[in-house]
């Protein structure tokens, strides 16, 4: 069964980086119809797309992100990666990883991991 | 790109049915058959009822369903259960940005 997991720092400062990792079991990654991607959702509000990539290296940004995201694939050790730099306190969010198929849904999620930007 | 829209609240009794509209324009709801419903629990993370406008993935119960006409997508839940007490979302592909969300529907169970 397909399992995402996030891991990473739950507390950034402002102005650095933040980073996280997605790992994948019970899936191949390198499966060519999906592509996987990282979501957010601050406190009591609604979800924000971040962006995607595809195990070929293809990737795709919210253009609101796009300045400061990176996300990148490890097919070998079977995880993605989240990079956001700069981050102020409006990154401070619930930041999901996630399997995105053909179809533009979302029909994988991981459990969430809260991140905190603050001093 | 601009949130989705969708009421803030929808409510009904239990057995009843209860529908959530999405509106976008015609570059994201109207213009594409690739419109999503999320149901997401408090402390959960968001579970997939709806792809493709209509599409339940397995294990997805028959009272959920989904419709589109013009810009504006809608679930129904029908027989309303105490487990449907939660937030949903839709989201919509929009081109040049994949993916696009709504603003989000609390449902409570009367």
């Known amino acids: 069964q397909l399992q995402l997991q996030e891991s990473g720092p739950g507390l950034v400062k402002p102005s650095e980086t933040l980073s996280l990792t997605c790992t994948v079991s019970?899936?191949?990654?390198?499966?060519?119809?999906?592509?996987w991607g990282w979501i957010r959702q601050p406190p009591g509000k609604g979800l924000e797309w971040i962006g995607n990539i595809h195990y070929s290296g293809i990737t795709s940004y919210n253009a609101s992100l796009q300045s400061r995201v990176t996300i990148s694939v490890d097919t070998s050790k079977k995880h993605f990666s989240l990079r956001l730099s700069s981050v102020t306190a409006a990154d401070t969010a619930i930041y999901y990883c996630?399997?995105?198929?053909?179809?533009?849904?979302?029909?994988?999620w991981g459990q969430g991991i809260l991140v905190t930007v603050s001093s | 790109q601009s949130a989705l829209t969708q009421p803030p609240s929808a409510s009904g009794s239990p057995g009843q049915s209860v529908t959530i509209s999405c509106t976008g324009t015609?570059?994201?709801?109207?213009?594409?058959?690739?419109v999503s419903w999320y149901q997401q629990h408090p402390g959960k993370a968001p579970k997939l009822m709806i792809y493709e406008v209509s599409k339940r993935p397995s294990g997805v119960p028959d009272r959920f369903s989904g419709s589109k006409s013009g810009n504006t997508a809608s679930l129904t839940v029908s027989g309303l259960q105490t487990d449907d007490e939660a937030d949903y979302y839709c989201?919509?592909?929009?081109?040049?940005?994949?993916?696009?969300f709504g603003t989000g529907t609390k449902v409570t169970v009367l």
């Open positions: 019970g899936v191949s990654i390198t499966s060519s119809s999906d592509h």
């Open positions: 015609s570059s994201d709801v109207g213009g594409y058959n690739y």
């Open positions: 996630a399997r995105l198929p053909v179809d533009y849904s979302v029909n994988y």
């Open positions: 989201s919509s592909h929009a081109g040049s940005n994949p993916y696009v």
